[in-house]
């Protein structure tokens, strides 16, 4: 199993670009979140989805977008990137429960830098 | 939205046991707390959870008091390994709303 992965590693963006982080798990978890790590804040939860079809808004949404249309796959979009946005992003999955109900298992994060 | 507070963060030698306390309110009754940890660069990656007592698994114990208003990630005998970056998690429900708080995090160092 490869377990959680995400694509970029590394991504540097202009303010108003659009871009979408990539997320996929071959676990077969029903649960998937994105998470932003900014210094010294920890992380914090920004949409998850509790299967496919289904997803909800976390503690920091706006500016972001996301869709489950399978139960691998989880991308998040930035609609429109602001400065405010420079962040490592990861990615998170569990099987059961909701995300601070189980285990879960994140990704090796997304470093986002936008000028 | 419920609110953490941990160590910024600590020292110790190698073969000590190391409790890392962190402080939180407005929890439920049957909401979980965990620990995670983290190297750098990596992910996050679980350690333990509970949600009342205590609980030991191979790597940690967890300890909760009866308010739930603090909980206790207990590592024994570190080593070098170690060392890293421990959050605890906390999540919350009520009103229709979900919401899920990560500590700041507490760094610990192993010195040998």
């Known amino acids: 199993n490869a377990g959680v992965t995400q694509t970029p590693k590394f991504q540097v963006l202009k303010t108003g670009q659009s871009m979408t982080l990539q997320c996929a798990q071959d676990?077969?978890?029903?649960?998937m979140s994105w998470y932003r790590q900014d210094p010294g804040m920890g992380l914090r939860l920004i949409h998850y989805?509790?299967?496919?079809?289904?997803?909800d808004q976390g503690e920091v949404p706006n500016g972001y977008n996301v869709s489950r249309s399978t139960t691998e796959d989880f991308p998040l979009r930035l609609l429109s990137a602001a400065p405010s946005q420079t962040s490592v992003y990861f990615c998170?999955?569990?099987?059961?429960?909701?995300?601070?109900?189980?285990?879960?298992?994140f990704g090796p994060g997304t470093r986002l830098t936008v000028l | 939205l419920a609110k953490t507070t941990q160590p910024i963060s600590m020292d110790s030698y190698e073969g000590q046991e190391v409790n890392i306390t962190c402080s939180h309110n407005n929890i439920a009754t049957n909401d979980y707390i965990t620990w995670y940890q983290q190297f750098p660069s990596q992910g996050p990656r679980f350690i333990i959870q509970g949600y009342k007592t205590k609980v030991t698994n191979e790597v940690a114990s967890l300890f909760i008091p009866a308010d739930r208003k603090s909980s206790t990630l207990s590592l024994p005998r570190v080593s070098l390994s170690d060392t890293a970056v421990y959050y605890c998690?906390?999540?919350?429900?009520?009103?229709?709303?979900?919401?899920?708080?990560f500590g700041k995090g507490t760094k610990l160092s192993v010195i040998p």
């Open positions: 998170a999955s569990s099987l059961l429960g909701r995300p601070g109900d189980n285990e879960q298992f």
């Open positions: 989805s509790v299967g496919a079809g289904i997803t």
């Open positions: 676990m077969n978890h029903e649960y």
């Open positions: 998690l906390v999540q919350s429900s009520g009103a229709g709303s979900y919401q899920l708080t």
